[in-house]
């Protein structure tokens, strides 16, 4: 063979064999940055979809609180005043919230306004008794039909029977806007109220306590179970059989479904030992089990970790083996167990089939106080929002969803500080 | 009731460590002997005594409390003849009157009466309950306190205690293992006496509406599994086809061609992809992923449903990626440079060495990783439920409507469970169905993963 024919042969081919290796270090790239790609549209998706929710519409009132009206005298008790007649104050204002409205145009307007109103006229009215007697200027909620026309969410332009708001009271939000009788301010109820059929007073509040106790439950069980056991499986346990079993059925059990682990809560802790359904004692329950392998494993990491010179001096010096674990290679390992925790804590904060499965998706319209009352949690609640028909609803969820991952974006936040403030290098 | 109970044992144990310090101290300052422990060891064995049997109490109390004091309610209600009653909601009504007085208002006489019963019995039972719990601590404390000599090694008990807690802890995954299965078991032949297994899995109807009143007519309900099972795979192969390129190459080109800084700072935004709620995914899918399918396939002339199988697919390959991605860098960490070394040594460049050595090489751990991501990917719930259908459907396309093992599951249980009625109880049978397969994948990967670890140590 010609000399400079190899030569090209073998030029062109090492050509062609380095643009294949260009080529497939571009495809690990491009799927690199796509992966990347997601995630950012994920969460810009659900900030744009979520940051309306922070704002709430309001809609300037005249309200009159004439004596007669409310039925009530400008000396009657505190206890009289909670009986005022504050519906008819409201009916009232409404027929006059422009002029000359016919009965059916009252209807309409009776609509642009929340169901909370009747309780903002009341409340502003017993916060200040000597306003009996004179026409007040008060904001009140618009309804959720309202508000998400002014935020833009809900379209004027599609046929009117497949709209909220019909063309006549489309005129009225319009009025109200060019007399400036309306505006945005922040939502104090998303933060302050739970569930409601009526999107524009839902909130969070509800299913974030119903959650922070499900959290508590979730600690207060699975924490000790999980240093218990991985204490034992590390540093006592004999090699046989039943050790064995045990660290299979661990690194099992993290594979087991989510959803199984609340047919478990459903089959055993509530048909079984019968626990009060809904509440967040069963949910902590069912989510400790749940968590409780990844913990194990991160403190068993964590014991793993801890030079065997330390157990070795403390036995040398004539402790127990119970003592030399207890008192010398847990506490150092502590940092560690307790970042694992906290990851845990995180993926049982998102975790929402299970709970849904021992009844944590009932609809509960208070804020609960302990662990035995029924209540909602945060993943639930954003279910429930997003399979919800209202439109005014989405935004809740978007929004509920910003502030569980600005929840778990702090728990790892506060892992990664524990590891790296206190983990020890040896 | 539950809350100040544990004050109470939170006071008795306190009391009980003390008492037990000065205890031992006493007696052997009086038989002039140091005692064989360190005081304190003697007080925690005091403390524990107290403490184990007033637990025992108290979750047999707050377990089983409810449950006896509704039996006798219920054993002593006054039935009238001839009326039906519906025990479940019987209670219910029992128990409101009884947490509200003003609920009582028409409600008739015998509600009434098993009402205060109810309450009089709840008050009963909290009162002994407290009395016992003294009690039981007492005794606890009691028979400690006669072991409390200097001769008595407490330490070595002591130990010997802690031994047990330990174990007991440890077999609590054991205690979980056996309540999953028993619990799907135990539900499932219910649902399976009422509905032949063999329709159940190979059968391909899938209608459970069951007539939940006697005498309503409704059609007989049919429980063929197989679309159900025909739409998870479904979605799973759609979710494999997103997530094993884009996490393999991902995790090759990090492993093998990314610097170390860009290995730092895209492993942990990896990391928050893997953390973000399975719920969260369920959103992207349902007001971003499924509208994009749909015009999509409008644009091609496909009428997509608004739950397709492709939008729930695709998201849940998208929550895949950092688990496959993560699972083959370590594998592909795992194959020794002598390999690498070796492919470069005789003048093959990145990408031979690559496809020709290093996966080949690693291809049983990556297999495994699949293997694993299939079964997340079969047990993922929430994307499915938000995503895709509830209605079963036979079909191979994508573009189609499909439902679920996990969607299911959760619709057969949202609603009215009536633990009689196959509806609820097919969900234990999908439960189990699930938990076998994800058990059985998960038992195959981590052998795999396991041999081919062994292989290279």
Not at chain 2, 75 to 96: Q, T
Not at chain 2, 136 to 164: C, D, N, V, W
């Given at each position: 063979m010609n000399n400079s024919v190899a030569k090209e042969k073998i030029v062109s081919l090492r050509k062609k064999?380095?643009?294949?290796?260009?080529?497939?270090?571009?495809?690990?790239?491009?799927?690199?940055?796509?992966?990347?790609?997601?995630l950012v549209f994920l969460l810009y998706t659900i900030f744009s979809k979520g940051y309306t929710a922070f704002q709430k519409t309001i809609v300037l009132l005249e309200v009159d609180y004439n004596q007669e009206v409310l039925k009530l005298t400008p000396d009657s008790s505190d206890e009289d005043m909670e009986k005022g007649k504050f519906f008819r104050v409201k009916k009232q204002a409404i027929e006059n919230f422009f002029p000359d409205l016919s009965k059916s145009d009252i209807k309409l307007v009776k609509k642009l306004f929340s169901i909370n109103v009747d309780k903002e006229i009341k409340d502003y009215f017993l916060e200040n008794p000597e306003v009996i007697n004179t026409k007040q200027q008060i904001w009140v909620t618009a309804h959720s039909d309202v508000d998400q026309l002014l935020k833009g969410n809900s379209r004027r332009d599609v046929p009117e029977d497949r709209r909220k708001l019909n063309d006549i009271q489309l005129s009225y939000v319009d009025q109200l806007v060019e007399e400036n009788r309306v505006k945005q301010v922040f939502n104090n109820f998303f933060f302050t109220k739970a569930d409601s059929r009526h999107p524009e007073i839902a909130g969070v509040a509800g299913s974030f306590m119903g959650s922070l106790f499900t959290l508590f439950t979730v600690f207060i069980l699975s924490f000790p179970i999980a240093i218990g056991a991985s204490v034992y499986l590390e540093e006592f346990a004999p090699k046989n059989r039943i050790t064995e079993l045990i660290e299979v059925n661990i690194s099992n059990l993290a594979a087991v479904p989510s959803i199984v682990f609340g047919l478990l809560g459903l089959g055993v802790l509530l048909n079984v030992f019968g626990l009060p359904r809904s509440?967040?004692?069963?949910?902590?329950?069912?989510?400790?089990?749940?968590?409780?392998?990844?913990?194990?494993?991160?403190?068993?990491?964590?014991?793993?970790?801890?030079?065997?010179?330390?157990?070795?001096?403390?036995?040398?010096?004539?402790?127990?083996?119970?003592?030399?674990?207890?008192?010398?290679?847990?506490?150092?390992?502590?940092?560690?167990?307790?970042?694992?925790?906290?990851?845990?804590?995180?993926?049982?904060?998102?975790?929402?089939?299970?709970?849904?499965?021992?009844?944590?998706?009932?609809?509960?319209p208070n804020i609960p106080t302990g662990l035995t009352e029924p209540s909602a949690a945060l993943p639930v609640q954003i279910y429930l929002w997003v399979e919800s028909a209202e439109r005014g609803f989405q935004e809740k969820s978007a929004a509920a969803i910003m502030i569980i991952l600005i929840f778990l974006f702090m728990m790892n936040a506060i892992a990664v500080f524990l590891r790296n403030r206190f983990e020890r290098k040896w | 009731m539950f809350f100040w109970s544990l004050v109470l044992i939170a006071v008795g144990i306190f009391s009980s460590f003390i008492y037990g310090r000065s205890r031992i101290k006493l007696n052997s300052k009086k038989q002039g002997t140091k005692s064989k422990s360190l005081p304190t060891y003697y007080a925690q064995y005091v403390l524990m005594?107290?403490?184990?049997?007033?637990?025992?109490?108290?979750?047999?109390?707050?377990?089983?409390?409810?449950?006896?004091?509704?039996?006798?309610?219920?054993?002593?209600?006054?039935?009238?003849?001839?009326?039906?009653?519906?025990?479940?909601?019987?209670?219910?009504?029992?128990?409101?009157?009884?947490?509200?007085?003003?609920?009582?208002?028409?409600?008739?006489?015998?509600?009434?009466?098993?009402?205060?019963?109810?309450?009089?019995?709840?008050?009963?039972?909290?009162?002994?309950?407290?009395?016992?719990?003294?009690?039981?601590?007492?005794?606890?404390?009691?028979?400690?306190?006669?072991?409390?000599?200097?001769?008595?090694?407490?330490?070595?008990?002591?130990?010997?205690?802690?031994?047990?807690?330990?174990?007991?802890?440890?077999?609590?995954?054991?205690?979980?293992?056996?309540?999953?299965?028993?619990?799907?078991?135990?539900?499932?032949?219910?649902?399976?006496?009422?509905?032949?297994?063999?329709?159940?899995?190979?059968?391909?109807?899938?209608?459970?509406?069951?007539?939940?009143?006697?005498?309503?007519?409704?059609?007989?309900?049919?429980?063929?599994?197989?679309?159900?099972?025909?739409?998870?795979?479904?979605?799973?192969?759609?979710?494999?086809?997103?997530?094993?390129?884009?996490?393999?190459?991902?995790?090759?080109?990090?492993?093998?061609?990314?610097?170390?800084?860009?290995?730092?700072?895209?492993?942990?935004?990896?990391?928050?992809?893997?953390?973000?709620?399975?719920?969260?995914?369920?959103?992207?899918?349902?007001?971003?992923?499924?509208?994009?399918?749909?015009?999509?396939?409008?644009?091609?002339?496909?009428?997509?449903?608004?739950?397709?199988?492709?939008?729930?697919?695709?998201?849940?390959?998208?929550?895949?990626?950092?688990?496959?991605?993560?699972?083959?860098?370590?594998?592909?960490?795992?194959?020794?440079?002598?390999?690498?070394?070796?492919?470069?040594?005789?003048?093959?460049?990145?990408?031979?060495?690559?496809?020709?050595?290093?996966?080949?090489?690693?291809?049983?751990?990556?297999?495994?990783?699949?293997?694993?991501?299939?079964?997340?990917?079969?047990?993922?719930?929430?994307?499915?439920?938000?995503?895709?259908?509830?209605?079963?459907?036979?079909?191979?396309?994508?573009?189609?409507?499909?439902?679920?093992?996990?969607?299911?599951?959760v619709v057969a249980l949202i609603g009215d469970q009536e633990f009689d009625n196959p509806r609820t109880l097919s969900a234990f049978a999908l439960g189990l169905v699930l938990f076998v397969i994800t058990l059985f994948l998960n038992i195959i990967a981590l052998q795999i993963v396991k041999r081919y670890r062994e292989r290279y140590e």
């Open positions: 064999r380095s643009l294949e290796d260009m080529r497939f270090k571009y495809y690990g790239f491009t799927a690199m940055c796509l992966s990347l790609a997601v509440t967040p004692l069963v949910g902590g329950s069912v989510l400790a089990l749940m968590t409780l392998p990844t913990i194990i494993i991160a403190c068993r990491a964590s014991l793993k970790a801890v030079p065997p010179s330390i157990k070795e001096g403390a036995l040398a010096v004539g402790a127990t083996k119970t003592q030399a674990v207890f008192h010398h290679v847990v506490p150092l390992a502590l940092p560690g167990t307790l970042t694992g925790t906290i990851i845990g804590l995180a993926q049982a904060l998102g975790e929402t089939a299970p709970l849904i499965m021992i009844g944590m998706i009932a609809f509960i | 005594w107290c403490l184990f049997p007033a637990l025992i109490v108290y979750f047999s109390w707050a377990i089983f409390q409810e449950q006896i004091i509704q039996n006798i309610v219920i054993s002593n209600f006054e039935f009238i003849e001839g009326a039906v009653y519906n025990e479940g909601l019987l209670l219910a009504e029992i128990r409101n009157v009884a947490n509200n007085p003003s609920f009582a208002d028409g409600k008739s006489i015998e509600i009434i009466n098993a009402a205060s019963h109810y309450s009089s019995l709840r008050q009963i039972s909290q009162i002994s309950f407290y009395t016992s719990i003294i009690i039981i601590m007492l005794l606890g404390a009691l028979y400690a306190s006669q072991k409390l000599k200097p001769e008595f090694h407490a330490q070595h008990t002591i130990e010997r205690y802690i031994q047990y807690i330990l174990i007991f802890c440890s077999s609590v995954a054991i205690f979980t293992t056996i309540g999953i299965v028993f619990s799907l078991i135990f539900e499932s032949l219910r649902f399976f006496a009422e509905v032949s297994i063999f329709e159940f899995l190979f059968s391909t109807e899938w209608y459970p509406f069951i007539p939940i009143r006697e005498g309503q007519t409704a059609a007989e309900g049919s429980f063929g599994a197989v679309p159900i099972f025909a739409g998870t795979f479904l979605v799973m192969v759609v979710a494999m086809c997103v997530a094993v390129p884009l996490g393999l190459l991902t995790a090759i080109y990090l492993a093998e061609y990314a610097s170390q800084r860009v290995r730092k700072t895209v492993k942990p935004l990896l990391e928050i992809l893997a953390g973000i709620p399975t719920i969260v995914y369920g959103f992207f899918a349902f007001v971003s992923v499924a509208p994009f399918v749909k015009a999509f396939g409008q644009s091609i002339g496909i009428d997509a449903s608004p739950t397709s199988a492709l939008a729930a697919g695709m998201v849940m390959g998208v929550m895949i990626i950092p688990f496959i991605s993560s699972l083959s860098d370590d594998v592909i960490n795992s194959v020794p440079q002598s390999l690498r070394e070796a492919s470069l040594g005789i003048g093959a460049n990145k990408a031979e060495t690559i496809k020709k050595v290093i996966l080949p090489a690693a291809l049983p751990g990556i297999v495994g990783a699949f293997l694993l991501a299939i079964s997340r990917a079969i047990g993922e719930t929430m994307i499915v439920v938000v995503a895709a259908g509830t209605a079963p459907n036979l079909t191979g396309n994508p573009f189609e409507n499909v439902t679920t093992v996990t969607v299911q599951i």
